[in-house]
């Protein structure tokens, strides 16, 4: 009898010890330019990690048992800066997402002097899908508060053929003081609407203050993270 429970514990092990599958891989690029100050790089850091704790976030990632999304983080600034905060890991339990929320507070922006380069932003976050898990979707967010000024343009990373499968979404702060003395060609809005944003079903959310960023992060992740948006591709 003893003989035939540990051969039948053998055959159910691989069953109760099945990898957590991944609905969604997703790259969070966040802008540290030198337009966002320190205070504003802490607010985007801080911004998501709360989003993170939110509980329709946290069933957004983890839909059922079993079932995650896989995220990864960085900053960005000129062309050759990109800083991993939090590197690619699969969330697929309460645990899992504190401590990737967790990682991203444990230490202050590189505060690195560069220009926005966007499009090597987006080209690196691309890149970084070599070293995800397997997942059903990929998207990117870009957050940021103006146009690409420096190194490869967007739109040659969306021409280049890299983007197959790959859905980029927009989260724009804008200064509406800066940009009331500036020339449309500056307004970031359509610029991301034009030159980032990309894929069946990819958006834009815009604000007006840094402060906002935590709501904005997290309406954003519930819309791109849901069923619904993935049955929209």
Request: charged share 20%; glycine share 6%.
């Given at each position: 009898?003893?003989?035939?429970?540990?051969v039948l514990?053998l055959?159910?092990a691989?069953?109760?010890?099945r990898?957590?599958?991944?609905?969604?891989?997703l790259?969070?690029?966040?802008?540290?330019?030198?337009?966002?100050?320190?205070?504003?790089?802490?607010?985007?850091?801080?911004?998501?990690?709360?989003?993170?704790?939110?509980d329709?976030?946290r069933?957004?990632i983890?839909?059922?048992?079993?079932?995650?999304?896989?995220?990864?983080?960085?900053?960005w600034n000129?062309?050759?800066?990109?800083?991993v905060?939090?590197?690619w890991?699969?969330?697929s339990s309460?645990?899992?997402?504190?401590?990737f929320?967790d990682r991203?507070t444990?230490?202050p922006?590189a505060?690195?002097?560069?220009q926005?380069?966007?499009?090597?932003?987006?080209?690196?976050?691309?890149r970084?899908?070599?070293?995800?898990?397997p997942?059903?979707?990929?998207?990117?967010?870009?957050?940021?508060?103006g146009p690409?000024?420096?190194?490869?343009?967007?739109?040659?990373?969306?021409?280049?053929?890299?983007l197959?499968?790959?859905?980029?979404n927009?989260l724009?702060?804008?200064?509406?003081?800066?940009?009331?003395?500036?020339?449309?060609?500056?307004?970031?809005?359509?610029?991301?609407?034009?030159?980032?944003?990309?894929?069946?079903?990819?958006?834009v959310?815009?604000?007006?203050?840094?402060?906002?960023?935590?709501?904005?992060i997290r309406r954003?992740?519930?819309?791109e993270?849901s069923?619904?948006f993935a049955?929209?591709?």
């Amino acid at each position: 009898m003893i003989r035939a429970l540990v051969v039948l514990s053998l055959l159910l092990a691989p069953l109760t010890a099945r990898a957590a599958e991944c609905h969604a891989a997703l790259v969070l690029a966040l802008d540290l330019s030198d337009s966002v100050d320190a205070h504003e790089a802490d607010l985007q850091r801080k911004g998501l990690a709360a989003a993170l704790r939110d509980d329709a976030v946290r069933a957004a990632i983890m839909p059922r048992p079993e079932l995650g999304a896989a995220l990864m983080a960085f900053e960005w600034n000129n062309p050759s800066f990109q800083r991993v905060i939090a590197g690619w890991r699969l969330l697929s339990s309460p645990t899992a997402i504190d401590a990737f929320a967790d990682r991203l507070t444990a230490g202050p922006s590189a505060r690195v002097h560069g220009q926005t380069g966007i499009g090597a932003a987006m080209r690196y976050a691309v890149r970084s899908f070599a070293n995800a898990p397997p997942c059903t979707r990929k998207l990117i967010d870009i957050s940021g508060d103006g146009p690409g000024n420096t190194g490869i343009p967007p739109t040659s990373v969306r021409k280049s053929g890299e983007l197959a499968n790959i859905t980029i979404n927009g989260l724009v702060i804008r200064n509406p003081a800066l940009d009331s003395a500036q020339p449309p060609a500056r307004d970031p809005l359509p610029y991301y609407q034009k030159n980032v944003k990309f894929g069946p079903g990819a958006f834009v959310i815009v604000i007006d203050s840094y402060d906002d960023y935590a709501d904005a992060i997290r309406r954003k992740l519930l819309r791109e993270l849901s069923p619904n948006f993935a049955a929209a591709r």
